[in-house]
């Protein structure tokens, strides 16, 4: 083989890379369209039941690993015994969405902590990412669907849908979602949801 003929399949390779990423960006935004309209439409099932926290953050760290090595950042759980009142898999994908914003958003060394506390009959989980940050025109805008607040041109790859599923999803188990952040310090994302730890073990199905 010549070096031209070389160069030339090397040059298709790299269109054939482009092509995939692109299809698979495709079919994540295509995925994350259906499930916002499902969620508003009132089409997603809820089964809301006392929910043990631990397993779910054991469940969704293994899957942040290629994402921690890709972006040099760590996940570190504490204090993550809680029973919130919560549907199992819909959290464990509000974990999953809000942990690969905080890995991707991050810097060069950084970390993401995932802690919980049940206080007051409610179940606080934050996850706090020693990130970029956000300005306070960002944060009025940021569970707004396909707007990435200018992260378009930062070269990170997203769909700009991601929290506003959190927010719905959260919503919908009878909780709220909040941020806290300061542009070039980090965010604190805080989720709230009825503490579970001496409700009943029927489910709750909305």
Do not use: C, W
């Amino acid at each position: 083989m010549t070096d031209g003929e070389r160069g030339g399949a090397a040059d298709r390779q790299r269109r054939l890379a482009h092509i995939r990423a692109a299809g698979q960006h495709l079919l994540s935004l295509i995925d994350d369209v259906l499930d916002l309209s499902r969620l508003e439409g009132g089409e997603v099932t809820i089964d809301i039941a006392p929910t043990a926290l631990r397993p779910l953050v054991a469940q969704v760290l293994p899957l942040m690993e290629p994402l921690m090595r890709q972006h040099g950042v760590s996940i570190v759980a504490a204090g993550v015994d809680v029973v919130p009142m919560a549907d199992p898999t819909r959290l464990r994908q509000v974990l999953l969405n809000l942990l690969t914003n905080a890995v991707k958003y991050n810097r060069g060394g950084g970390s993401v902590t995932v802690a919980a506390e049940a206080l007051d009959g409610v179940v606080l989980i934050r996850v706090v990412d020693t990130g970029r940050g956000l300005t306070p025109e960002q944060q009025r805008h940021l569970f707004e669907p396909f707007n990435r607040l200018g992260a378009e041109t930062s070269g990170v790859d997203g769909t700009g849908i991601g929290l506003a599923i959190v927010k719905a999803l959260v919503e919908r188990m009878g909780g709220t979602v909040e941020v806290a952040s300061s542009a070039g310090i980090g965010s604190a994302f805080v989720l709230r949801l009825r503490d579970g730890a001496h409700a009943p073990p029927a489910a709750q199905t909305l």
